[in-house]
Structures are given as structure tokens and as C-alpha cells.
């Protein structure tokens, strides 16, 4: 899913590119093994380093994926937040550009290699291991429904929408919008671009129904 880097085919690397080399092999191997079949000699032959630079920089091995969580979060923290930046504030059509805009969030946060990393560890390790991702809640998710919920009540404010709280708007759209292709993602089937507007046009026309301040059509 997030394929090591081959150190035998990169050029000369400095210490901040070594260190994402680092943590994208630990992803992959994480990913697959799952926290508990993975071990720091297993991530340090895959990333060709030494098990001691490893532990020099991230000490062990709840350290190191919590390292990992952390820059898969910022990395779709970047991508979440320029889609955001192209949020319908000002609507031509609320249900089209929704669509629009949900499609685009799918597709470059949620289907996207970083999303489905953290999906499946969370899936697999976040039972057992809850304190891993307790950053992650708070910079991740929550980030997002904060930032959601706002543009949310702007169109509230406006009169495009009925809220009683835009922070429960910006839950349920993110999983309307979703719903259809959870059990694609569960699988690891692809996801075209049918698939991407067919759960965007579903989920935003739930959405509306509920909570819309015109009934559709």
C-alpha cells in the first residue's frame, strides 16, 4: 500500500530525507505486519538502516508509530485543508457543488494512500492500542470537523442550510458522503471514478434532506 523506498536505487539522501524514507517504510511495514507482527529489525533492513538508527531517532517501537501517525495525519491534514479551500461558500447550485466538493475530498484524502493507511491500522490497532491514535483524533478528525462545521454555518447563515449544530452537519456529511465505497475500501477494490460520483451524489442528497432549507425535488 505505501511502498518502501529502495535505498540501492536513491540518490545521496540528506538527514530530513532519510527520515521520511524512515517513516514511509515503517508505514508499509506496519500496514502489512500490523503493530504487533512488525519489529524494528524488520522496519531497518526494509528501509536499509541500522536497527540503532532507529532507535537513536524514534527509540522504540510504540515511538516510531506514533511518528508515523503523526506524519500520515499532517501530510493528510495538507491535502484535507486545500480541499477545504475550495468549499462552495458561495453556492450556484448547492447540490452540484457539493457533489463537486465531495468528490474531491473522497478522492484525494479519503481514497488516497495516506487515507487508507490510517484506515486499516486504525481498524486493526486501534482497539488494542487506543493511546497510539489519541493524537491522532485530535489533529486529525477533529481538525477537520471544526474546520467543516464553520463553512457549514456560513451557509446556514446565508440560508442555504436548516443546522441546529454545524458541527453534527459536518459528522454526517463526511459519512454520507463515504458510505457507499466502505465496503470497496474494506476490500482493497479499486475505486473509479463512477464509484466516487455515484457516493457523492448519494450521500449529498441524504444530506439535504436532512438538512437543506429547500426540499428536493
Known sequence: MIPAADPDILPPRGHAAK?????????????????????????????????????????DKKSL??????????????????????????PDDLEADLVAFAI???????????????????????????????????????????ALAARFARLAHAGH?????????????????AADLKIAMALGDPIDDDALQSAAANGVSTFLRAFGSKPLV
Not at 66 to 75: S, Y
Not at 136 to 142: D, H, K
Open 104 to 146: 474531491r475530498l473522497n478522492r484525494g484524502c479519503v481514497c488516497n494512500r495516506d487515507g487508507k493507511f490510517l484506515r486499516k491500522l486504525i481498524e486493526t490497532e486501534g482497539e488494542r492500542y487506543p493511546e497510539l491514535f489519541a493524537s491522532w483524533r485530535e489533529e486529525g478528525p477533529g481538525k477537520t470537523w471544526s
Open 19 to 59: 527520515r521520511l524514507s524512515l517513516l514511509d517504510t515503517a508505514a508499509a511495514v506496519f500496514c502489512r505486519e500490523g503493530f504487533g507482527g512488525a519489529n524494528i529489525d524488520m522496519i531497518a533492513a526494509e528501509a536499509g538502516v541500522s536497527r540503532q538508527t532507529i532507535y537513536n531517532h524514534h527509540g
Open 161 to 177: 442550510l436548516r443546522l441546529d449544530d454545524p458541527d453534527i452537519a459536518a459528522r454526517q456529511f463526511l459519512a454520507l458522503i
Open 65 to 90: 508509530l506514533m511518528a508515523v501517525v503523526r506524519d500520515v495525519t499532517e501530510r493528510l491534514n495538507a491535502g484535507v485543508f486545500a480541499t477545504l479551500a475550495t468549499f462552495p461558500d458561495h
